[in-house]
């Protein structure tokens, strides 16, 4: 009887005991509530000391951590339905907001925040966007837009959780429900794409046109150019034959000067009008004697 009362005061005193510590462990801080009501402050890693049963005590990460929000359905603009499998939310609790975020959203501020507006951003998109823009042209901004209107609330409601990166992955097109509105989407991407490449061909039609139009104003330019050329080498043969024709007349009259009968009177108009003109055989004596006369 004894034996056993020793016994139950032991285990008591060692359950006591046991409630009276707290761990904390690294990676997260400890929060307290006592009667239901969140203590002030907070305890870093370690050991603490805290009143057994009356105070409850919860760990709260403060590292980095991944949030995932999974199967997400939405609407496209066109009817049809979509299922996105998965979005990962990396964040964080910054240390000094910690007590705050917990006591204006309680532990389950991540549920509150993260996982109902990446649902309802997820669904406000999807309704505002066809499922071409949802799945293909879109998808790759996703990301972005969904980060931007999570942070925007987060900033405005509870600044305490820091989000890092939103990553969406491809949904999932459920094709029982949604073959029909699938088979219409793709039709209009289909019209789409076509219409793209009339677009391209078009393009590449009138680039040619432009392309043609300018060889052929090019070769204009050039056959006058070459014309211009041949005109004024004709001018310039003119102008050198021209210039040949006037020396060659030149030359004609000079060569008539110097005719036998011309020479012949150049002489006689040579001899001084008072000189005598002898003619005969004694011819030379008689100059023989003028240049005598002369030297006296
Ligand atoms: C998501 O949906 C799929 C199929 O509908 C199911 O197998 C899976 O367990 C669901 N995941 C979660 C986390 O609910
Ligand atoms: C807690 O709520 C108050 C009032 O709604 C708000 O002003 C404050 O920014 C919130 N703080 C955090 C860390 O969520």
Redesign the pocket.
């Known amino acids: 009887m004894a034996i056993n009362l020793i016994g139950i005061i032991l285990s008591f005193s060692l359950v006591i005991f046991l409630q009276s510590f707290h761990q904390v462990e690294e990676g997260t801080i400890g929060l307290y509530w006592r009667g239901g009501a969140l203590l002030k402050g907070y305890d870093e890693p370690g050991l603490h000391l805290k009143l057994p049963f009356i105070t409850r005590a919860e760990n709260i990460p403060i590292l980095v951590q991944t949030e995932y929000v999974t199967n997400i359905s939405c609407g496209t603009s066109g009817g049809a339905l979509l299922k996105f499998e998965r979005v990962e939310v990396v964040n964080r609790l910054k240390k000094e907001?910690v007590w705050?975020?917990v006591k204006?959203?309680s532990t389950k501020y991540s549920e509150i925040w993260i996982h109902n507006i990446i649902t309802q951003e997820i669904n406000d998109f999807c309704s505002l966007h066809t499922l071409e823009e949802v799945f293909i042209s879109l998808f790759d901004t996703i990301d972005d837009k969904i980060r931007d209107s999570l942070e925007h609330d987060l900033n405005n409601?509870?600044?305490?959780i820091e989000i890092i990166s939103v990553r969406v992955t491809k949904p999932l097109i459920p094709v029982d429900v949604a073959s029909n509105y699938e088979k219409i989407e793709l039709k209009k991407l289909e019209i789409k794409i076509e219409e793209q490449l009339q677009k391209i061909s078009q393009t590449n039609f009138e680039t040619s046109k432009i392309v043609a139009k300018i060889q052929a104003e090019e070769k204009k330019e050039v056959s006058q150019i070459q014309m211009q050329k041949q005109i004024a080498e004709i001018e310039s043969q003119k102008i050198i034959s021209e210039i040949e024709d006037e020396t060659t007349s030149q030359r004609i009259p000079n060569l008539k000067l110097y005719s036998p009968q011309f020479l012949t009177l150049k002489m006689i108009e040579g001899i001084p009008k008072d000189s005598e003109v002898h003619y005969g055989p004694n011819v030379k004596n008689i100059f023989k004697l003028k240049i005598e006369e002369k030297q006296n």
């Open positions: 907001l705050e975020t204006n959203y409601w509870a600044p305490g």
